[in-house]
């Protein structure tokens, strides 16, 4: 076989400063999503184990919420899009064609008196970072000439020693740029740094036949070769022609090194890709037929668009055609949400070559065989709970002069989606309720609180995101109504028990939120 060098399928440079301190805000939604069952720390009885997290009652129900959400949008309205489910275990092979074996890396380096480990690329944005705001700063007061240019002069020197040096793979050149610009560990101060090296993010393991000790499985770093290796079980099954696409939502493992901000980069964590197969020379359309969909998708969570923008990449892969990111603005800055990428037929190719068969599509119009391309997207479901969890949850002043923290998650991934609240625990409101209860559980995640004053329920409520309260009073024995009340308001209508289902399917429906993308 020939040994074509093997680029990763991800280029893991990054060009944004991803060392600035996580705002303080960050400790508080978790601290908020543990105490009202969003999501614990794992194994916490022993310590938590670092960049791993479990999701509680609610946070698996909002998990669930927004992969069905996804789901539907990508796969049960588009005839021309497939679902799949790969195991997480796959050949090793596998690896060795995508490119993770060989160049799936984080460059690190430690510091020898702290015994921190850092990505040495990160340590190099780190200052372009901080000399980027001195140039914006210079700007800002006018400051003479001389000092703004210098800075950037020296900004764009540190970039381009940076640029060599990773893409020529020299770990020493980058070392040297670090000790050259005097970079101190950002915790300590220290400068006493070791060499840097290179540091597979894949974890690997065995099966327990195999004979020898050397790790010859791997834990999947992306979904997306499942759907590869797969194109053509797939394509002849569902009788699919170019261009089609295959969907997955699965779990992922990345050994990441520098794993502090909460769920937004953890070690195990959940993807949702799309690879969409379409004829040479049609990529690029397709590319931005996705960018805008995805973009659309996500608008219509109603999170507001300053929370969006597009990063396209700069420095492609040899193999990519175009990339952009889906950025979304988190509490400690904008980062990436989402990536959609043309991959060229890259991955099928390789496949071909290293498994010696072919995943072709035979056009019966041209008659002619082709190895499709490939256009990509692929959100993070945990990151995109973290952007929803955290643009929801928010403290108010009332007109009374009182605050309230209400999340507001958008109605159709919210949890819980109404509260039933009998007013006492007597007079026939439990059974009142109980009885509603029985009918609303069939369609709607429900349910029954009858402890504290009504005021305190409400607010329990709000607190978890329930988009509606349901409340039996004594009136509700002679009137058959009860009050509905809305978190977002706080307004409360009288409406008849018999009403409520179709209310709610009216308000929390998302076929009508589908219906606008
Ligand atoms: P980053 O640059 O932030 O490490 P990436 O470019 O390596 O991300 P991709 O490999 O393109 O990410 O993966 C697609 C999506 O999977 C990302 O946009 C992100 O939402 C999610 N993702 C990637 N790594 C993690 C992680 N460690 N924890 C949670 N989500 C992740």
């Keep these: ?140 007061c006018e400051r003479a000439d001389t000092q703004l240019k210098g800075c950037i002069e020296q900004r764009d020197r540190v970039a381009e020693r940076m640029i060599a040096a990773l893409e020529k793979d020299d770990l020493e050149a980058l070392r040297r740029l670090i000790t050259d610009l005097g970079i101190a560990d950002p915790i300590s101060g220290s400068k006493n740094w070791t060499d840097v090296r290179r540091f597979n993010l894949m974890f690997a393991t065995q099966l327990s036949a195999s004979a020898d000790s050397s790790p010859d499985l791997y834990l999947r770093p992306e979904t997306a070769q499942g759907a590869f290796v797969n194109f053509l079980n797939v394509q002849k099954t569902a009788r ?42 049609e990529a690029l359309k397709y590319y931005e037929e996705w960018r805008e969909k995805r973009m659309r998708w996500h608008l219509s969570l109603g999170l507001g668009p300053a929370h969006y923008r ?63 391309h490939v256009v990509e997207t692929s959100v993070g479901l945990d990151r995109l709970f973290l952007a929803v969890f955290s643009v929801a949850l928010q403290e108010e002043t009332l007109a009374d002069g009182s605050t309230r923290t209400v999340l507001r998650l958008p109605h159709i991934l919210a949890p819980i989606q109404a509260a039933i609240l009998p007013l006492v625990k007597k007079d026939g409101l439990p059974e009142i309720a109980r009885s509603l209860f029985g009918d609303l559980k069939y369609d709607f995640n429900v349910t029954l609180d009858d402890k504290d004053t009504i005021g305190r329920r409400y607010r329990r409520q709000d607190a978890v995101g329930t988009p509606y309260c349901i409340t039996i ?45």
């Design 1 to 140: 076989m020939g040994e074509e060098k093997i680029k990763p399928r991800q280029l893991r440079i990054s060009y944004f400063c991803p060392m600035t301190n996580q705002a303080a805000d960050l400790k508080d939604i978790a601290s908020y999503a543990k105490k009202y069952g969003y999501v614990f720390p794992s194994s916490e009885i022993y310590d938590g184990l670092s960049a791993v997290y479990d999701y509680g009652q609610n946070g698996v129900a909002l998990k669930d919420n927004i992969k069905r959400y996804w789901w539907k949008a990508m796969v049960q309205l588009n005839g021309d899009i497939e679902g799949l489910d790969a195991a997480i275990f796959m050949h090793p092979t596998t690896w060795k064609a995508s490119g993770h074996v060989d160049a799936f890396n984080e460059l690190l380096i430690d510091n020898r008196d702290t015994q921190r480990r850092y990505r040495a690329d990160w340590l190099i944005e780190n200052y372009i970072a901080e000399l980027n705001a001195k140039i914006g700063k210079a700007r800002d």
């Design 240 to 281: 699919q022609k170019l261009p089609f696409g295959i969907a997955q939502i699965g779990k992922a493992f990345r050994n990441e090194i520098v794993a502090r901000q909460f769920i937004f980069r953890m070690r195990e964590f959940e993807q949702m890709e799309l690879q969409y197969f379409v004829r040479p020379g």
């Design 310 to 372: 597009f990063r396209d990449h700069d420095k492609l892969a040899h193999y990519a055609d175009a990339a952009s990111d889906i950025e979304f603005r988190f509490p400690f800055g904008f980062k990436e949400l989402e990536g959609i990428h043309a991959r060229t037929d890259f991955d099928l190719r390789n496949h071909q070559k290293y498994a010696n068969k072919k995943l072709q599509f035979f056009d019966p119009v041209s008659n002619q065989r082709h190895v499709p």
């Design 473 to 517: 009073d004594h009136d509700t024995r002679q009137d058959q109504s009860a009050t509905l009340r809305n978190r977002d308001t706080m307004e409360q209508e009288r409406v008849p028990l018999t009403r409520i289902p179709s209310l709610l399917a009216e308000r929390i429906s998302m076929k009508a939120q589908l219906r606008k993308l």
